[in-house]
């Protein structure tokens, strides 16, 4: 089920009200936030389902026997259990082709000739984000930062709670499980926040992002044909694009929780407005680059060592982080490209012993990300090498427009979208808590405006991009 | 929930629905008195052109960015108007032809593309951009209704009526296009630099192109080609169908079954596809299935010939 569906607008508040009717029940009100999960998931492919179940099972069990495990030699084999299923599903179902096609490219190079097996493999949804929430359950554990729970519903739950299961943001237990576990409070303050945050997003997705989709996705169809500044705008247009999508959907993830009465961690704070590389990184997708940080690159030892083991790590991480979104070369190069950019920034600013750049570390972070989202978005390794090249040996040409309408409204909703971040970073307040802010009427006149906007703005050409990840 | 906070967010949620239909409807009225003033561009002015001239002009082109740019219509006949636009296919002209007076002896040409007819896909979404006069027209709701094309909230908040569509009307509202009185509704395109290079660049890459072989024609479009065909005939119009030129039509396959279904249902077919075959020009055209504004007139100059309508 999509959030920008109207089956969501009858489903959110059916699970709304059913669900403060059973305030005086937690165990009744978790099995009814499993299974109304279940059917927002099944909604898509209730075959997939199993899989949820399985990885949910696997590493409540697991969990559980760590904790009760005393031999260490032991907690290791059950931490490893839980990485090979959970990691073995992930390799299964979304990089099996990626490992085969690739071993068949080398092989070549050698000029071995190999026939290899690719499967027609459908991608489950939300995969790449259940399986990072239920590792980070057991490797909590492992680390003794957690206690396993017995209460197998609220665990299930966890696992599958509906606005966070599709698309993240990747919730820890230890944030999370606590609430679960615990009675939680109707309060107004939070209704508000959630509503607001929810209109909020659905604008940012289906004003802002997907009108800026249409001239993005016609110029990328064939960007053989287009000159430089066709294709600079189209990329900048999709920098824009992928943060009011993925924002946008982020909102109404943490808007929908918060009406529930979950707290879910901020996913994105103004990223567009970081001084340099690392500070994006502290902006975007917070729960994927701080599950990264937190679980893969100190795991690999951090910067406990020396610089050039520090910059290892880091390169790795961002290589597999890249390659977390999606399963070709272009997400690895995407992930080296800021791999690289962060190594350079810790050399640049170490050696000139500054902690920023100043008003140039405004400036420059967008412009070399924007070079990493040609990766991100060409549709292979050969059409991003020749939009980059067209980027590099610049033409300047008039670009070419095309539906000039579509381009029109894109820009104008960018400019409404870009003022409210705008206004956030100036008075320093996060989109979580702006709803409380606003009195009943101020808020309510204000959601009616954005549904006006969105009744008459909205598009519908793009999914979720980071479904497909 | 306490019994406050129950009231307390009923009031909200109440408050939310209320201002929101007020502030929806002085939205919609307020465009819709602007957006009846309007008579340039493709989506709304174009349509209420058609909606002001339909009652009295003699020969009505319908059909997609095809129709509309290659066929100067005033060529075949003084009193004529072409409703050709873009992107828009049967389902959008049948809808159209469907509010022509009943008796006027009318000639409509309907610009037919194999390519859609013999498409696996068609789903007559074009017609969405007749959302704008989905709560002024009966037969316009009628026919979106049938296709179930309309949000489930639209009954709710008309502006989604307009969705998409609110900057143009702004734009034409303030800075018309076109001088009305000398409009007829064809688009010659001029070639810019950028486009001629874009195009050279497609025709260089020389793409290959597999034709379909099970060809089987849309039930949707059999169904709105049988609707204007039974329209015309009882309405005294006289249907004339023609498909425009192409660069190039390296499948011909889908032309000679649609000319076939065409014969079968009685109604007059001309193809014109491979009309450049012989003495083709770069000149000519804007992309492979659009030519520019000099390919245009030699191709209406020729189509006046073929099917001139003097009376």
Not at chain 1, 44 to 66: A, N, Q, R, V
Not at chain 1, 125 to 150: A, C, E, N, W
Not at chain 1, 433 to 458: D, E, N, Q
Request: hydrophobic residues 45%; charged residues 20%; proline residues 2%.
């Amino acid at each position: 089920m999509l959030f920008n569906s109207i089956e969501y607008l009858i489903f959110l508040p059916t699970v709304f009200i059913l669900y403060w009717l059973l305030n005086k029940d937690l165990k009744k009100q978790n099995l009814l936030l499993l299974i109304a999960s279940y059917v927002f998931y099944a909604y898509w492919d209730w075959t997939f389902l199993s899989l949820i179940i399985y990885s949910s099972f696997i590493d409540y069990y697991i969990g559980i026997k760590i904790y009760e495990t005393n031999s260490a030699k032991a907690k290791k084999n059950w931490l490893r259990l839980s990485l090979f299923s959970n990691l073995g599903l992930l390799a299964a179902f979304k990089y099996f082709n990626f490992f085969t096609e690739s071993f068949a490219e080398m092989m070549l190079l050698f000029g071995w000739q190999v026939d290899h097996v690719t499967l027609n493999i459908i991608l489950p949804v939300g995969i790449s984000f259940y399986t990072f929430q239920t590792l980070s359950y057991t490797i909590d554990i492992y680390r003794d930062k957690l206690k396993p729970t017995k209460n197998i519903v609220a665990f299930f739950t966890f696992v599958s709670l509906f606005p966070q299961l599709v698309a993240g943001p990747i919730e820890r237990a230890s944030n999370l499980m606590p609430q679960i576990e615990s009675v939680r409070k109707f309060k107004q303050k939070w209704f508000h926040d959630g509503v607001f945050q929810i209109a909020v997003g659905l604008f940012r997705k289906v004003v802002i992002a997907d009108n800026l989709g249409v001239y993005v996705d016609s110029i990328y169809a064939s960007p053989d044909v287009h000159n430089s500044s066709t294709l600079l705008l189209a990329t900048i247009f999709y920098s824009y694009q992928i943060y009011f999508d993925f924002a946008g959907y982020s909102d109404i993830a943490i808007g929908s929780a918060k009406l529930l009465g979950f707290r879910f961690n901020q996913n994105f704070n103004l990223p567009y407005f970081s001084n340099s590389i690392s500070d994006i990184w502290q902006r975007w997708h917070i729960s994927l680059s701080s599950w990264l940080r937190d679980y893969l690159y100190y795991s690999l030892g951090g910067s406990r060592g020396t610089a050039l083991f520090t910059f290892r790590n880091l390169m790795l991480t961002m290589i597999l982080g890249g390659l977390w979104h999606g399963n070709t070369w272009n997400f690895a190069i995407w992930g080296a490209i800021h791999g690289l950019l962060l190594v350079g920034e810790k050399i640049i600013f170490s050696a000139l012993k500054i902690k920023n750049a100043g008003w140039f570390g405004y400036v420059y972070p967008f412009w070399v990300v924007l070079l990493s989202w040609v990766f991100f978005r060409a549709k292979d390794f050969e059409a991003a090498g020749v939009i980059i090249k067209k980027l590099i040996f610049f033409d300047f040409k008039i670009p070419f427009i095309g539906d000039t309408n579509a381009i029109v409204t894109g820009l104008s909703m960018l400019i409404i979208g870009m003022s409210l971040d705008l206004y956030l970073y100036r008075s320093k307040q996060e989109l979580e808590t702006l709803g409380r802010r606003l009195t009943p009427i101020k808020l309510g006149a204000v959601i009616s405006v954005i549904i006006l906007l969105i009744s008459l703005f909205y598009s519908t050409s793009n999914n979720f991009i980071y479904f497909q990840f | 929930m306490n019994k406050k906070q129950i009231i307390n967010t009923l009031k909200l949620i109440g408050f939310i629905v209320v201002v929101s239909f007020i502030i929806d409807k002085i939205a919609y009225f307020t465009i819709t008195k602007i957006s009846d003033t309007v008579y340039s561009g493709q989506a709304i002015g174009k349509l209420n052109h058609y909606l002001a001239i339909k009652d009295t002009t003699k020969l009505i082109v319908f059909g997609s960015s095809r129709a509309n740019h290659h066929i100067d219509v005033k060529k075949l006949n003084a009193s004529s108007y072409n409703m050709g636009v873009d992107g828009k296919f049967i389902a959008y002209s049948a809808t159209l032809i469907k509010l022509l007076p009943k008796d006027l002896k009318q000639t409509v040409i309907l610009h037919v593309d194999p390519n859609v007819a013999y498409r696996e896909y068609y789903n007559r979404e074009e017609t969405k951009t007749l959302m704008v006069k989905y709560h002024t027209n009966d037969v316009i709701k009628e026919e979106l209704d049938r296709a179930e094309l309309t949000n489930p909230l639209q009954n709710f908040y008309w502006c989604i009526d307009y969705n998409g569509l609110v900057l143009g009307i702004l734009k034409n509202a303030v800075f018309p296009k076109y001088d009305l009185e000398h409009y007829y509704g064809y688009d010659p395109m001029e070639v810019h630099s950028t486009q001629k290079e874009i195009f050279e660049k497609i025709l260089a890459r020389n793409d290959s192109i597999e034709c379909k072989t099970n060809l089987k024609l849309n039930p949707l479009f059999n169904s709105y080609l049988k609707e204007i065909e039974t329209f015309c005939t009882n309405n005294n119009k006289k249907l004339i169908t023609i498909t425009t030129p192409l660069y190039i039509d390296k499948c011909p396959e889908d032309n000679n079954a649609l000319r076939k279904v065409l014969e079968d249902l009685n109604i007059e077919y001309h193809d014109y596809s491979n009309f450049f075959k012989d003495n083709n020009s770069t000149d000519y055209w804007i992309d492979i299935a659009h030519m520019s504004d000099v390919g245009a007139e030699i191709f209406s100059e020729a189509l006046s010939k073929d099917i001139s309508i003097n009376d």
